[in-house]
């Protein structure tokens, strides 16, 4: 009987803990306390606050593609690309119907990003720059490398105190912290399906 208990009690609290947690899930996907690529020309570009609540509209690193806005006090908004390739994998960056930023296997960036006030902005920068170019480094969670605007200029994402870090996946409910109530939110996100 106290099985069943249990199984109700976890049940509730899974449920919960998923309703008070489920706005922050569509989230940026972009670390709150590293979020930001410098431009000489620009200024600082924050990469997670886009949106109202703050986060909702900002970047999302997808498994081949980036999708979301970045934001520049000085040049407005950079879109990285609507998450809906035509394809469903990669944006072809052919007319400006399906662009966006792409992300290899490898984690090299390619493809380009959209401000209306500085035009595109060139993620396709491993031909020029080796090993300097702009990349997707999974093992240390965030961007390195430079992407190339006309306009505005290279953009650093390489700086070794201020760049752009990702969230830590196993943080489901984005508290900072790897625990238990993580493995609550999950079951409870898997348990109520899309």
Do not use: H
């Amino acid at each position: 009987m106290s099985q069943l208990k249990f199984a109700k009690t976890l049940t509730v609290a899974s449920l919960l803990t998923f309703s008070l947690t489920s706005a922050t899930l569509a989230q940026s996907t972009i670390s709150p306390a590293q979020k930001f690529s410098w431009s000489e020309n620009v200024g600082w570009m924050n990469w997670g606050d886009a949106g109202t609540p703050a986060g909702s509209s900002g970047v999302i690193v997808n498994n081949t593609f980036l999708s979301g806005f970045v934001w520049s006090e000085n040049i407005g908004w950079i879109n990285m690309g609507d998450g809906t390739p035509a394809d469903g994998m990669a944006y072809a960056n052919v007319t400006g119907l399906d662009f966006g930023v792409n992300v290899l296997a490898d984690g090299t960036l390619t493809g380009m990003a959209w401000s209306e006030n500085t035009g595109w902005i060139n993620f396709n920068t491993a031909a020029a720059l080796g090993a300097q170019k702009a990349r997707l480094d999974r093992t240390s969670g965030r961007f390195r490398g430079y992407a190339w605007g006309e306009n505005i200029g290279w953009v650093n994402m390489d700086n070794a105190d201020k760049f752009v870090g990702i969230r830590c996946p196993a943080d489901f409910n984005q508290d900072g912290v790897v625990d238990f109530f993580d493995y609550l939110d999950f079951v409870a996100a898997f348990s109520s399906g899309c």
